[in-house]
């Protein structure tokens, strides 16, 4: 079945420097979702990319999905205590609506 | 957010115990999802229902029985659950048509069971 890898499992920064998630599916996705969870929360969706090499920016985050629609990552530049959590990688394979799940990547900054 | 409830938020319950999650999703969407996340472990898909369809895990075991009466509640029913059992259960829904498939998620049920 299809596999949705994420790297690095965890990720200690200090305030201020970037972050970099990375995900890479076994197989063609029909999009890419992104999701946020805090310590004791739920995840939340931040957002949704479609279209091969295509990228996306929200203030201090850039999202891409790669050329072949198998991989995607999310950078934040100048961390901030407010980005703690785990962000997951999603997508769904040609042709379904339901998506594997990355393990996610859990951010901790440090002050 | 009040799109997607989730109750109890909460549930002690023990090995011999029946319980039922109650989920309510109030965003129109047409697919339903219960998800399994326990600690140091990625999102477990239990089950889907979407458009009267039913995906299930396979690896899920029958002691977690899902119903679905209609597209906006969602139900996990639960009996003789073991230790290991005990996670945050989340509910979430989404569309399952047009281009839009991102997933709006619960608060969780927290459930240990004893």
């Known amino acids: 079945g299809q596999q949705v890898m994420q790297i690095p499992q965890y990720q200690h920064v200090q305030e201020g420097e970037d972050f970099t998630t990375y995900c890479n599916s076994s197989?063609?996705?029909?999009?890419i979702q992104w999701y946020k969870q805090r310590p004791g929360g739920h995840p939340v969706f931040l957002i949704q990319l479609v279209k091969s090499g295509e990228v996306k920016k929200q203030k201090r985050l850039t999202f891409q999905f790669g050329e072949a629609k198998k991989n995607s990552s999310l950078h934040i530049t100048a961390t901030q205590t407010t980005d703690v959590g785990t962000y997951f990688c999603?997508?769904?394979?040609?042709?379904?609506?339901?998506?594997?799940f990355g393990r996610g990547t859990s951010l901790i900054v440090h002050p | 957010e009040t799109g997607v409830t989730q109750t109890p938020r909460h549930l002690v319950m023990g090995m011999t115990n029946k319980k039922s999650l109650k989920c309510e999703q109030h965003?129109?969407?047409?697919?339903m999802y219960w998800y399994k996340q326990s600690a140091k472990k990625p999102l477990e898909l239990m089950f889907v229902?979407?458009?009267?369809?039913?995906?299930e895990n396979n690896s899920v075991p029958s002691r977690f029985s899902p119903e679905c009466p209609n597209s906006s509640h969602l139900f996990l029913h639960l009996h003789t659950l073991q230790p290991e059992d005990s996670a945050l259960y989340l509910c979430a829904s989404s569309q399952r048509t047009g281009d839009s498939y991102e997933q709006y998620f619960g608060p969780g049920t927290r459930l240990t069971v004893t």
């Open positions: 229902y979407s458009l009267e369809e039913r995906v």
């Open positions: 999603a997508g769904p394979p040609g042709g379904s609506y339901i998506p594997t």
């Open positions: 965003l129109g969407h047409n697919a």
């Open positions: 197989t063609t996705l029909s999009n």
